[in-house]
């Protein structure tokens, strides 16, 4: 009779890495070999919906909507944490996601080239933005009721959000666009493609400029609310804080090992906070320029972040497939 020889396996698991182990047997190495030694969330939602790309906290505090692999956008109560809604309708992963600023509409854009607008309180399909021709990447919607969409086809588009029109339209450069913010109380949208193009466009004007032309895609831009700065990344893992009137760098954030991936300001301008490939979030005083605290707990990459209205909670979203709320009391 043959011996049974599945007592080498746990031998096997010992000797090699994770990495080897993922490769060996075809599983996440998130799963469990990149646990991280520590966690300092308060609450961990499990999506368990694929990789978490996205992230919105709605104005009021009252919702988080999170996007990724999946077809569909749950929305989750921010204090019990109880999934609200179920979001259905796009047909491929969503990629971008954002509140209006009295909370009751929700956009998503998504791989399928189409953005979609839903009541937020009911979770009923308003309206489909159509005009892109690949994924929407990213959203951002203004004080009024513009919002700007921005696209792997090249373009970034501002549309209405009640009638569904496409008001203005942009094709800054080659390449795709990544990351777009609307400026607050202003007409200009600031935007990063995947060809290293940094830029602003003045929606009333129609002029366009570009702040910066290199290499690296740039990855995430939020502005500040009072519109006058904001903040960018790249692949090289600095933050860039800028200034909206000269144009110019007014400071840089090291501390990110891999690429930062989402940055968001606190509603009160203070604070800064940035998610990153290295599976951390970090916390900046914008006055001193220093990191104040770094947030461990995911096991994969983070890939957005997102402040409470309060400014007394951050919430990510990571490959790990989990939403965490981390308290910065």
Do not use: C
């Amino acid at each position: 009779m043959t011996r049974r020889a599945a007592w080498r396996v746990p031998l096997v698991a010992v000797l090699l890495p994770g990495s080897a182990l993922a490769t060996l047997f075809g599983i996440r190495t998130s799963d469990w070999a990149n646990k991280p030694v520590r966690d300092d969330s308060v609450a961990t939602i499990d999506a368990l919906a694929g990789d978490l790309l996205e992230i919105a906290f709605s104005p009021d505090g009252m919702s988080v909507a999170t996007g990724g692999w999946g077809e569909t956008v749950p929305v989750w109560d921010a204090g019990s944490h109880e999934r609200r809604h179920t979001l259905k309708g796009h047909t491929d992963r969503i990629m971008g996601l954002a509140f209006s600023p009295d909370s009751q509409l929700l956009i998503s854009g998504s791989k399928d080239a189409t953005a979609r607008i839903w009541n937020s309180n009911t979770g009923e399909l308003i309206g489909t933005f159509r005009g892109h021709r690949d994924r929407v990447r990213t959203i951002s919607f203004h004080h009024g009721d513009l919002v700007a969409t921005g696209s792997r086809d090249g373009t970034i588009k501002v549309w209405h959000a009640r009638s569904l029109k496409v008001v203005a339209s942009l094709a800054p450069r080659r390449g795709f666009v990544y990351t777009v913010a609307f400026q607050p109380h202003g007409s200009a949208v600031v935007f990063g493609t995947s060809d290293g193009t940094l830029g602003t466009w003045d929606v009333r004007s129609d002029t366009y400029q570009t702040i910066r032309d290199g290499h690296g895609g740039i990855h995430a831009v939020a502005f500040d609310g009072t519109g006058r700065s904001y903040a960018w990344s790249q692949a090289d893992g600095v933050i860039y804080l800028m200034d909206m009137t000269s144009g110019t760098v007014s400071a840089m954030l090291k501390g990110h090992s891999e690429l930062v991936t989402s940055v968001a300001f606190s509603s009160d301008q203070r604070l800064l906070a940035s998610a990153s490939q290295d599976r951390s979030v970090r916390l900046w005083n914008i006055a001193s320029r220093k990191a104040i605290a770094t947030f461990i707990g995911h096991a994969a990459a983070v890939n957005a972040v997102a402040f409470s209205p309060n400014g007394r909670q951050l919430v990510s979203a990571s490959s790990d497939e989990t939403l965490k709320f981390w308290s910065i009391d």
